[in-house]
């Protein structure tokens, strides 16, 4: 899938065929699932939805799987964490665009996510353009 990137350098949410990128971002915390939703939006991408772990992520993945092209994952979440919804992931659809959230110091962690098919990470706390490079690496 190939997207637009602005004079900036940076990507935009729109693919060449002119449909928006649609994201679903699953962070246990409402302030990074909101500014991850504002960084992305500022960008034409389309947040499709939204969840607060793993197990939700699973459930809103199955219901809009032709819509969503990106996922980020946080690593730690109650529930079902991060490694183990990728997993999850990677078997309902091993093509699967996702992006790891993190803290520091989780750099193992990190490690494992790529191993298991993560496509990069991004660090807390969110820089915009750090975000935005790390999405442009994956669709560039």
Same mark, same amino acid.
């Given at each position: 899938? *190939? $997207? /637009? /990137?602005? @004079? @900036? &350098?940076?990507?935009? &949410?729109?693919? *060449?065929?002119?449909?928006?990128?649609?994201?679903?971002?699953?962070?246990?915390? #409402? /302030? $990074?699932? #909101? !500014?991850?939703? !504002?960084?992305? =939006?500022?960008?034409?991408? +389309? =947040? $499709? @939805?939204? +969840?607060?772990n793993g197990a939700e992520a699973l459930v809103k993945y199955k219901e809009n799987q032709d819509k969503i092209h990106l996922i980020t994952l946080d690593i730690t979440m109650p529930e079902m964490d991060g490694l183990t919804a990728l997993k999850k992931l990677k078997e309902l659809n091993p093509d699967v665009n996702v992006i790891m959230v993190t803290a520091l110091g989780t750099a193992d962690t990190v490690k494992e996510a790529i191993k298991l098919g993560a496509k990069g990470y991004i660090v807390k706390p969110l820089d915009r353009g750090k975000v935005l490079e790390r999405i442009g690496k994956i669709f560039g």
């Amino acid at each position: 899938m *190939k $997207i /637009f /990137f602005n @004079d @900036d &350098g940076l990507p935009t &949410g729109l693919m *060449k065929s002119g449909q928006h990128v649609g994201v679903l971002c699953v962070d246990d915390s #409402k /302030f $990074i699932l #909101k !500014q991850l939703s !504002q960084i992305f =939006v500022s960008r034409e991408f +389309a =947040v $499709i @939805d939204t +969840a607060e772990n793993g197990a939700e992520a699973l459930v809103k993945y199955k219901e809009n799987q032709d819509k969503i092209h990106l996922i980020t994952l946080d690593i730690t979440m109650p529930e079902m964490d991060g490694l183990t919804a990728l997993k999850k992931l990677k078997e309902l659809n091993p093509d699967v665009n996702v992006i790891m959230v993190t803290a520091l110091g989780t750099a193992d962690t990190v490690k494992e996510a790529i191993k298991l098919g993560a496509k990069g990470y991004i660090v807390k706390p969110l820089d915009r353009g750090k975000v935005l490079e790390r999405i442009g690496k994956i669709f560039g």
